[in-house]
């Protein structure tokens, strides 16, 4: 059994030229796939080790079934197992993105290893053959480079969301187009021309997998413009309402403006008179009667403090409270526009909650706090045991998160649009009632990166 373990390592075998060509680029393929780019002085190395150890564990894997099974399959067993232990323990991706990824590298690879195989057949009669099938095979072997930058260049992680159907439909497309690969390579017959129909149904099971892999990025595309659509009118209400709650702020300080120089043109006139007696009466009367001091979030973060103080403006309208608790660094590694959308949703989904159920003088807690590589957020909401219509408060029908609001076309994409940033950013979300309150939990990762995009700004 070692002595076949052994044999794979033989000079005529693992270390034959082509041989080497289609585990050294199998190799390149995956680690590209999956390799988080930084900066080119570091990740060039780190790059190149990776692609090293890749190589080492194809060769080891392909000795160990050699050890037990022989030969046959060999190279399909070691890149089935290289792909899956890749992309779990250095995939740089949402779980999906990797499961889609995984597939459609493994089973493009398949159809094109084993294409580049029936050139030695189909060129059987041209003169140099054995140079001409050995260019041929290894240029074909070469070009499998082209499948992770293609997957790379349409990333399902570069959308705002991505959709449990498309996800499905990958997986089947994939699974179907396999089988029926396999069970044509395992039943095909070993003539000229049972090697044109293999070389044939190779290249296009290839070429039909990528297709369908990029109609469905473009159908998931055209979802996310949709989505971005909807947020944009949303974001445009909010503008709208800011704009609103500016202008009465603005009409308040006018007020509060004329008030001050009224009573200090009375107050001056007393100390002219020497009425002190007076002077102290009235201002425990100003202190009394005084306007409350506008309220105001302080926040290190800029970007989140003015998103908070528009929500603070809104619930101060209502005659609600925004509890914030707040821990975070001056910048965050997240778009401006998508932390709005976020934590603007988030507050104006409680706010609406507090208006269904008619509770005066609500709460609305909002918990903000980074922790090692994680950014936390929750949001809580009082509920109330029955709506303002009297129907009695059923929590599987709550957290379905319909919105009670009269376009319920536009703003029934606001959880959808939080559940996308959260995706985005290979988060975590959860709610949950807890007693009268309704709890969103979300966990946002700050290593995140997508290409072209840094994790630091």
Request: with cysteine; proline share 2%; net charge neutral.
């Amino acid at each position: 059994m070692w002595d076949r373990f052994a044999d794979y390592f033989s000079f005529d075998k693992a270390f034959e030229l082509s041989f080497v060509m289609l585990i050294l680029v199998t190799s390149f393929d995956i680690v590209f796939l999956f390799f988080r780019f930084r900066k080119p002085s570091k990740s060039i190395p780190v790059f190149l080790c990776h692609i090293l150890a890749t190589y080492i564990a194809l060769n080891l894997f392909n000795a160990v079934f050699k050890m037990f099974g022989g030969e046959k399959g060999m190279i399909f067993f070691s890149i089935f197992l290289t792909v899956a232990i890749y992309t779990v323990f250095f995939g740089n991706y949402g779980i999906r993105t990797r499961i889609v990824y995984s597939c459609v590298l493994y089973s493009t690879l398949l159809s094109l290893i084993v294409f580049a195989g029936t050139f030695r057949t189909l060129i059987g009669t041209a003169s140099y053959k054995n140079i001409v099938e050995i260019v041929l095979r290894n240029l074909l072997v070469v070009s499998t480079v082209f499948v992770p930058v293609f997957l790379r260049k349409f990333c399902f992680d570069k959308l705002i969301i991505f959709g449990h159907s498309s996800f499905i439909i990958i997986l089947y497309n994939v699974f179907t187009l396999s089988t029926a690969f396999i069970a044509h390579i395992f039943q095909q017959r070993f003539s000229f021309e049972g090697i044109v129909l293999s070389a044939v149904v190779c290249a296009g099971f290839a070429c039909v997998n990528l297709l369908a892999y990029y109609i469905i990025f473009n159908m998931e595309k055209s979802n996310a413009l949709n989505f971005e659509l909807m947020a944009n009118k949303l974001a445009q209400e909010r503008n709208n309402d800011a704009a609103i709650l500016v202008e009465n702020n603005l009409e308040n300080m006018r007020k509060i403006r004329h008030d001050i120089k009224n009573q200090f043109a009375y107050m001056k006139l007393m100390l002219e008179e020497k009425q002190y007696d007076r002077l102290d009466d009235y201002f425990g009367e100003m202190v009394e009667s005084s306007v409350s001091p506008l309220s105001y979030i302080d926040c290190i973060n800029r970007n989140i403090g003015m998103i908070l103080n528009l929500e603070l403006a809104k619930t101060d309208m209502k005659g609600y409270v925004l509890d914030a608790r707040l821990l975070v660094s001056p910048t965050l590694p997240f778009r401006d526009s998508d932390m709005c959308n976020l934590l603007t949703n988030l507050i104006d989904n409680a706010i609406e909650a507090c208006d269904r159920y008619s509770i005066e003088g609500a709460t609305i807690e909002v918990s903000i706090v980074q922790k090692d590589v994680y950014l936390y957020i929750s949001v809580v909401n009082p509920i109330g045991e029955t709506d303002k219509d009297g129907r009695k408060v059923n929590e599987e029908e709550l957290l379905l998160l319909e919105s009670s609001k009269r376009d319920g076309f536009i703003h029934g994409y606001g959880s959808k649009i939080i559940d996308g940033i959260v995706h985005k950013y290979n988060g975590e979300i959860n709610r949950k009632i807890n007693g009268h309150k309704f709890v969103t939990d979300i966990m946002l990762d700050m290593l995140w990166q997508v290409d072209g995009e840094s994790s630091a700004r």
